[in-house]
């Protein structure tokens, strides 16, 4: 595995996951796309790792075998720079302390106290706070700045101002595999976009939750004069860090207010719900607003999280099923609880069979979610004419309150 030079004395050293494990954090899918866990080395007269991998797929032996293009082994490093405990980052920590006893681990008080937790360290170890600083020599400095919640408690990022590359581990990160290239000057247009969607679900399923850290860490590095955005996971931002900054600045708007565009998320048992909802997305055509379309359950929840938590305004249409929301919805409503899909405009429609009941349920979930929903829309069985009608006139105002916005 080769090494990939920041600068000099900077390198990068990245594994490639696409296949084991299926699903990151155990829940989101990767098979495919991938994602990549990277790591770097500073070299100035001590020698400095910042963040490890995870043992999957043998990763951690890639970035081993990496390091041995520089004509290095893990013994030679003096620090071990943690940013982040999640196992992502840390999974070969263990192996990492009993191949190099000597190695001083720098990360957060909080993260010191993961460390003993997961990992049963305490012992060379060293805990940082904002703005501390650890020389390396040879002219780099390392600085840590705290940013908590992007994406754990205890997250730092590492700055090397000798260089100008921030450290930034999962901020500025994506899903998406590197294939043999790091930089953003290697890579095409198209395979710029597949990574801006991973990137986006990426930040959906992993950090949504946390935008307003996200902001406070954005303004908190602002002052920092950066050439290079150097995360733990996707491409290393060499070219045009500033490209990277304003999507995540832009993610993080989307908790307050989405793009002028409509996110339906929908399911059907015999085609009754189908049939009003293809009236609703007459109505949305009409008005030229653009939509995406998801079913549930075919599709995966991560896929809908991130263009729901892009879009301003929501269809969702679900049968009740057994006088409550259909099953594999009422998940997906709960994952935007959790996620903080907040402040959409959101349009509900659904058949039933004898009475309804999703609508009550329904109800209670989305209390937290600060929504402005429009007036739902029920029916018996199949819809009438009528009912096709109003559908249509929702679907209307749905895309009228989005545009408007
Ligand atoms: Fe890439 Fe939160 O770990």
Same mark, same amino acid.
């Given at each position: 595995?080769?090494?990939?030079?920041?600068?000099?004395?900077? %390198?990068?050293?990245?594994?490639?996951?696409?296949?084991?494990?299926?699903?990151?954090?155990?829940?989101?899918?990767?098979?495919?796309? &991938?994602?990549?866990?990277?790591?770097?080395?500073?070299?100035?007269?001590?020698?400095?790792?910042?963040?490890?991998?995870?043992?999957?797929?043998?990763?951690? #032996?890639?970035?081993?075998?990496?390091?041995?293009?520089?004509?290095?082994?893990?013994?030679?490093?003096?620090?071990?720079?943690?940013?982040?405990?999640?196992?992502?980052?840390?999974?070969?920590?263990?192996?990492?302390?009993?191949?190099?006893?000597?190695?001083?681990?720098?990360?957060?008080?909080? &993260?010191?106290?993961?460390?003993?937790?997961?990992?049963?360290?305490?012992?060379?170890?060293?805990?940082?706070?904002?703005?501390?600083?650890?020389?390396?020599?040879? &002219?780099?400095?390392?600085? =840590?700045?705290?940013?908590?919640?992007?994406?754990?408690? !205890?997250?730092?990022?590492?700055?090397?101002?000798?260089?100008?590359?921030?450290?930034?581990?999962?901020?500025?990160?994506?899903?998406?595999?590197?294939?043999? #290239?790091? %930089?953003?000057? !290697? =890579?095409?247009?198209?395979?710029?976009?597949?990574?801006?969607?991973?990137?986006?679900?990426?930040?959906?399923?992993?950090?949504?939750?946390?935008?307003?850290?996200?902001?406070?860490?954005? *303004?908190?590095?602002?002052?920092?004069?950066?050439?290079?955005?150097?995360?733990?996971?996707?491409?290393?931002?060499?070219?045009?860090?500033?490209?990277?900054?304003? #999507?995540?600045?832009?993610?993080?708007?989307?908790?307050?207010? &989405?793009?002028?565009?409509?996110?339906?998320?929908?399911?059907?048992?015999?085609?009754?719900?189908?049939?009003?909802?293809?009236?609703?997305? /007459?109505?949305?055509?009409?008005?030229?607003?653009?939509?995406?379309?998801? /079913?549930?359950?075919?599709?995966?929840?991560?896929?809908?999280?991130?263009?729901?938590?892009?879009?301003?305004?929501?269809?969702?249409?679900?049968?009740?099923?057994?006088?409550?929301?259909?099953?594999?919805?009422?998940?997906?409503?709960?994952?935007?609880?959790?996620?903080?899909?907040?402040?959409?405009?959101?349009?509900?429609?659904?058949? %039933?069979?004898?009475?309804?009941?999703?609508?009550? *349920?329904?109800?209670?979930?989305?209390?937290?979610?600060?929504?402005?929903?429009?007036?739902?829309? *029920?029916?018996?069985? =199949?819809?009438?004419?009528?009912?096709?009608?109003?559908? *249509?006139? /929702?679907? #209307?105002?749905?895309?009228?309150?989005?545009?408007? %916005?």
């Amino acid at each position: 595995m080769k090494i990939f030079p920041v600068s000099q004395s900077v %390198f990068c050293a990245y594994a490639d996951i696409d296949s084991l494990p299926e699903l990151f954090e155990g829940i989101w899918p990767i098979k495919g796309s &991938g994602v990549s866990l990277n790591s770097f080395v500073v070299k100035g007269e001590k020698i400095a790792l910042i963040d490890l991998t995870s043992d999957w797929t043998n990763a951690s #032996r890639q970035v081993v075998s990496a390091l041995g293009s520089l004509e290095l082994s893990l013994k030679d490093i003096d620090f071990l720079i943690l940013n982040h405990l999640e196992p992502d980052h840390t999974g070969f920590l263990r192996e990492f302390r009993c191949e190099n006893p000597r190695c001083e681990i720098v990360s957060t008080v909080k &993260g010191v106290n993961l460390m003993k937790s997961f990992y049963n360290i305490s012992e060379g170890v060293r805990a940082v706070k904002d703005g501390d600083a650890l020389d390396l020599g040879g &002219g780099h400095i390392l600085s =840590f700045f705290e940013t908590p919640n992007v994406h754990w408690p !205890e997250t730092m990022v590492t700055w090397d101002a000798a260089s100008g590359v921030l450290f930034s581990c999962d901020a500025f990160g994506s899903f998406g595999k590197l294939s043999g #290239r790091v %930089f953003d000057d !290697e =890579f095409t247009k198209d395979e710029h976009a597949a990574f801006e969607k991973e990137s986006l679900r990426y930040y959906a399923t992993i950090v949504s939750s946390f935008s307003l850290f996200v902001e406070k860490a954005i *303004e908190k590095l602002k002052p920092l004069d950066i050439k290079c955005i150097a995360p733990s996971h996707g491409i290393v931002w060499r070219k045009n860090p500033r490209v990277v900054i304003d #999507r995540y600045a832009k993610y993080a708007s989307y908790a307050k207010v &989405g793009e002028k565009e409509i996110t339906i998320v929908w399911s059907s048992m015999y085609g009754n719900t189908k049939a009003g909802l293809d009236a609703a997305i /007459r109505g949305i055509e009409q008005e030229g607003v653009p939509y995406s379309i998801h /079913r549930v359950p075919d599709e995966d929840v991560s896929y809908i999280l991130a263009d729901a938590y892009k879009s301003a305004g929501l269809l969702i249409a679900m049968p009740t099923y057994e006088y409550a929301m259909f099953p594999p919805m009422a998940y997906v409503i709960d994952l935007f609880r959790r996620k903080h899909i907040f402040n959409k405009t959101v349009l509900r429609i659904g058949s %039933f069979g004898w009475v309804g009941g999703a609508k009550k *349920e329904y109800e209670t979930a989305i209390t937290p979610l600060k929504w402005n929903s429009l007036e739902s829309h *029920e029916w018996a069985g =199949f819809p009438t004419e009528t009912d096709l009608s109003i559908l *249509e006139e /929702r679907g #209307r105002q749905l895309a009228r309150r989005v545009l408007s %916005f």
